[in-house]
Nanobody, 114 residues
């Protein structure tokens, strides 16, 4: 069973920032693509961003230029820095690891509201 420790969600006003964190085991972190999905109420889960083992990144068009994904190999942690947040970014954000199998975190709530 792969464990994830997610943190950083919360309530923020439009235009604000949050940073999500997701820590997992070194054996997974060193060899798997890491990323984030999100799911808004009443909507399907949506891919947000990923980062490869070598550090290459990719983003959904809806967050490009506002969100930045990064990884700290010394802490086995992936981050999602979210700037210029909009109400439509409100969702539960899920960390995932993609490799020989796919693993998911439990999710962290992000609410963007005035």
């Amino acid at each position: 069973q792969v464990q994830f420790v997610e943190s950083g969600g919360g309530l923020v006003q439009p235009g604000g920032s949050l940073r999500l964190s997701c820590a997992t085991s070194g054996s997974i972190f060193r060899t798997y693509v890491m990323g984030w999905h999100r799911q808004a109420p009443g909507k399907q889960r949506e891919w947000v961003a990923l980062i490869g083992v070598g550090g290459s990144t990719n983003y959904a068009d809806s967050v490009k230029g506002r969100f930045t994904i990064s990884r700290d190999n010394t802490k086995n942690t992936v981050y999602l820095q979210m700037n210029s947040l909009k109400p439509e970014d409100t969702a539960v954000y899920y960390c995932y690891a993609q490799g020989r199998s796919d693993f998911w975190g439990q999710g962290t709530q992000v609410t963007v509201s005035s």
